[in-house]
């Protein structure tokens, strides 16, 4: 068994985006027509949940048989104060991403910005597709793209190396998103690789996508302005909302470290 895990561990990163590649794509065939129907979206739903249940199935019970050192990576869910303080920190992570990627870029070519409009059926589709962005599809990634890609590797260096090979697939996987989704995809990782536990870049990731949610509500509404390049995707808020998400950040930087406090405590 040792000589097959030396043999195939250094093939997990390309095995694991291939899986999670095969996996995003069932999961999404029945949205392939363009329709966006409930029936369609709820397809989807379905045939992602079947994928995350095997995927777990693979990395709690086969992955440790073949990688040992997957045991130290954990699959237990944090504490509740410490699920939400990480929800709350991830809006700040959105506005730094889009910021980064619209700076970066603009060294490059000229960006064109527009004002982000809404009408009544693209903030039904969002708000459906955004159930799944939300619940489902940051599961299945981080345990394709992280969890069994990075964990089967000892040493952190080599973590570290795997983290940055899976952000280059992850944002060649979102093809117009490319620069956002590689620098997420290199937070998750790292976050992975730091609290050995899959469940923080989930959080993470999850409270990336619910922004994206709430900012389409957000404009929709007539609350405020959002200004939006599509290639690449940048998503750049207004004054408000830079605001709310310092809050948000504080109030849950504050309840992971009473968290920590009180447990040294005890």
């Not at 605001?243 to 009180?262: P, V, Y």
Request: charged share 15%; proline share 5%.
């Amino acid at each position: 068994m040792s000589k097959w895990a030396n043999f195939i561990r250094p093939l997990m990163p390309i095995l694991s985006a291939i899986y999670g590649l095969v996996l995003i794509y069932v999961a999404a065939m029945p949205m392939a027509d363009g329709s966006g129907t409930i029936g369609a979206e709820a397809a989807t739903w379905m045939l992602t949940l079947a994928a995350i249940v095997l995927t777990y199935f693979l990395v709690k019970r086969v992955e440790p048989r073949v990688f040992p050192e997957a045991n130290r990576f954990s699959l237990k869910f944090p504490a509740l104060a410490v699920a939400a303080g990480l929800l709350l920190m991830a809006p700040l992570w959105m506005v730094v991403e889009g910021g980064t990627v619209y700076g970066l870029t603009s060294l490059m070519q000229d960006i064109q910005l527009e004002p982000i409009t809404y009408s009544t059926d693209e903030l039904r589709e969002d708000l459906l597709s955004g159930i799944h962005a939300v619940l489902l599809a940051p599961v299945l990634e981080e345990l394709c793209y992280r969890q069994l890609a990075i964990s089967p590797f000892r040493r952190r260096s080599s973590q570290v190396i795997v983290c940055v090979v899976m952000a280059l697939l992850f944002g060649m996987l979102h093809v117009r998103n490319f620069p956002g989704a590689f620098l997420s995809a290199m937070v998750y990782g790292l976050v992975f690789i730091w609290s050995r536990n899959v469940w923080y870049a989930i959080l993470l990731h999850a409270g990336h996508n619910l922004m994206a949610t709430l900012l389409a509500v957000y404009c929709a509404s007539g609350l405020g302005e959002l200004q939006m390049s599509k290639t690449p995707v940048i998503i750049l808020p207004d004054t408000k909302v830079l605001i709310a998400c310092a809050l948000t950040t504080l109030i849950g930087l504050s309840l992971i470290l009473n968290h920590k406090a009180l447990n040294k405590s005890k």
